[in-house]
């Protein structure tokens, strides 16, 4: 369900009816999605709390299993193949290379392409947000997702982040992680020995009706040693979604 913000007298969220319907639509047309419990399987572990800020109270990876046979589906794999494109530390300024554009453009092509994204995009053009030319719309995306700013103090001209490196790969910034919520970079880093999972935070779901997860984890980029990098102490990730919907979602979020 989307939701308004409480109001200026405090009153609680209230639903945005027609917005959830679209999401509904996005979520029950998407048939490449993994399944959380034979795809993917997790091992929650123990709970932990934001306050536990230097414990680690799982010795054992989140991800189980993650069947590989995922990444040979095209949008897992066009998407699989940009997250090794980006610097993790905030103020190193990102340098797009020739290949990683045509990266880039081929998701982009393979995105716009699927159901979710359909559904979005014609939500969007019905208010006036997005183009309707195909075309026009994946330079809208590439604008969204794709285009890079000044996040820290970066030297050069192009810029330290995007909106697709902020959202699914992750950053780094004064030993705190930012952004990155997206299940298959956790499952990459995590099989890297780059993160280190440490709890999860809120009430434990059985596997067959988990699709969302808060949880805390540190992250080290350079050193293969996780226990000692960066720490997310919130951080909240879908499960089991596939990269086409989150895109679609997040796209509808970003334009809110």
Partial sequence: VFLHPP???????????????VL??????????????????????RRTFTRD???????????????????????????????????SAVGVEE???????????????????????????EYLVSKGWAPAD????????????????????ARGRSGDSSGFEHVFVGEI??????GFHNWIQFYRLEKMGKVDY???????????THFMITIQFSWDEDLEDADDGAVKYVG????GTSPEFEMALYTIAWVY
């Fill in 7 to 21: 109001n200026q007298n405090g009153d609680d969220f209230e639903p945005i009816e027609e917005l959830s319907e």
């Fill in 24 to 45: 509904l639509q996005m979520w029950t047309e998407d048939d490449n999605r993994a399944t959380v419990g034979e795809d993917l399987v997790l091992n929650m572990g």
């Fill in 53 to 87: 800020q230097s414990q680690d109270k799982c010795s054992e990876p989140l991800m189980e299993y993650v069947s590989e046979e995922l990444f040979e589906r095209e949008s897992y794999k066009r998407f699989y193949d940009l997250l090794d494109n980006y610097e």
């Fill in 95 to 121: 340098v797009m290379t020739k290949h990683e554009i045509i990266e880039m453009k081929k998701f982009i092509d393979v995105v716009v392409g699927s159901r979710p994204m359909q559904i979005a995009q």
């Fill in 134 to 153: 195909e075309e026009e719309f994946k330079d809208w995306l590439w604008d969204v997702w794709f285009t890079l700013y000044k996040r820290g103090r």
């Fill in 173 to 178: 910034r004064n030993g705190s992680v930012i």
């Fill in 198 to 208: 440490r709890g999860f935070i809120g009430g434990k779901r059985t596997q067959d």
């Fill in 236 to 239: 909240g990730t879908l499960l």
